[in-house]
């Protein structure tokens, strides 16, 4: 079930990422726990201070940093999104015009939109989407166009809406919980190796005239009713290709949509995947940081679903980024004696 797909004039450049700004980077540090030393205590007043790109570490907290505006070229990480107490909690983040060449790594946040701009002609180009937990990411290109966008390697918990002024999309290694997908453009998107785990099935809209291709994905649900991967095109099509579906509740079964505007190819439905641990992924009661996604050896699926020589992390540390835990420490010290404390340390 390996395959390769070319779009049509699919040009994605996301060497952007790696690329060098001609900027002097500083690094800036956000903590809004109380005392604590830190640059910042509030994420806003950091973005508004920072130039051009900079860098802003946003610490793990309890406390959510609030709604932010990104109007400016950063990188913004935070420590994790599902990480128990290492956390780094963020409200709706907007995207707005300055933005371009933006990362956003390591937050849990809920949604990441275009804020309302009347009259919008503003380009926003080069943005990253990695390592996140989003509640939904909505009307990406809705006023401004976008261009040159990577998701990659987050959980979505509720929906994906990309509207129509977007060009040079991938959507790639994520988790989605939600129930829908609506994209409206297509034409220079690539939608593959995702895992979909709603527990009532999923809806994916093509709200375009153009092919919409769906590849290497792996759906899966537990209901005790029948289901189906619904696709709806208005007067588009959509190409299904080396996808996998399941019912947990077998023999319940999880099949795709058929139609005259759909094409279903070397797919395999009612198959189980066989994760290494599922837990109780696809029943509704959804929590990504236990699982083990990764497929057992007897598997018949290939480099379908959210790896394909991507690691993804279930608990949302940041991709290149190394952490270090506190393990264990000395609960009572006697006076002017040592405080024990283990750490550990990995690079992600």
């Known amino acids: ?22 900027y002097a980077q500083t690094t800036h540090i956000v ?47 935070g420590r994790s999104h599902s990480d128990a107490s290492y956390s780094s909690q963020v409200g709706t983040i907007n995207l707005a015009e300055g933005c371009s060449n933006s990362t956003i790594k390591g937050l849990q946040t809920g949604t990441i939109t275009e804020p309302f701009v009347s009259g919008a002609t503003h380009a926003i180009e080069n943005l990253v989407l990695q390592d996140n937990r989003v509640s939904q990411i909505s009307n990406l290109g809705l006023y401004g166009t976008f261009n040159n966008m990577l998701i990659q390697g987050n959980v979505i918990d509720s929906g994906l809406n990309i509207a129509a002024k977007t060009s040079n999309v991938l959507i790639t290694n994520n988790l989605i919980n939600g129930s829908s997908v609506s994209l409206s453009m297509v034409d220079t998107l690539l939608f593959t190796n995702n895992v979909f785990s709603y527990f009532n099935g999923v809806s994916i809209s093509n709200n375009t005239s153009d092919l919409l291709n769906i590849s290497n994905c792996i759906f899966v649900m537990e209901r005790t009713l029948d289901r189906t991967v619904f696709l709806s ?31 279903l190819t070397n797919n395999q439905e009612n ?20 699982y083990n996604l990764n497929l057992q050896g007897s598997s018949t699926v290939v480099d379908d679903g959210l790896y394909q020589n991507y690691n993804f992390k279930p608990l949302g540390t940041p991709t290149g980024l190394p952490s270090i835990k506190i393990d264990t420490y000395s609960p009572t010290v006697p006076k002017n004696s040592d405080l024990t404390v283990t750490i550990s340390a990995k690079t992600n």
């Open 1 to 22: 079930m390996k395959t390769s797909i070319l779009l049509k004039q699919l040009l994605f450049c996301f060497l952007f990422s790696a690329s060098t700004l001609l």
């Open 31 to 77: 903590n809004n726990n109380v005392g604590t030393d830190a640059d910042f205590t509030d994420l806003q007043a950091a973005i508004d201070a920072a130039a051009n790109g900079d860098i802003i570490h946003v610490q793990q907290s309890s406390t959510s940093y609030g709604n932010i505006t990104l109007n400016k070229e950063l990188t913004i990480i």
């Open 233 to 263: 095109s208005g007067s588009g099509t959509i190409q299904v290709t080396n996808c996998i579906t399941y019912n947990y509740n077998s023999p319940s079964n999880y099949t795709f949509t058929t139609g005259s505007n759909i094409t």
């Open 271 to 290: 198959i189980d995947p066989l994760f290494v641990d599922r837990a109780t992924l696809g029943d509704g009661s959804f929590s990504p940081e236990l």
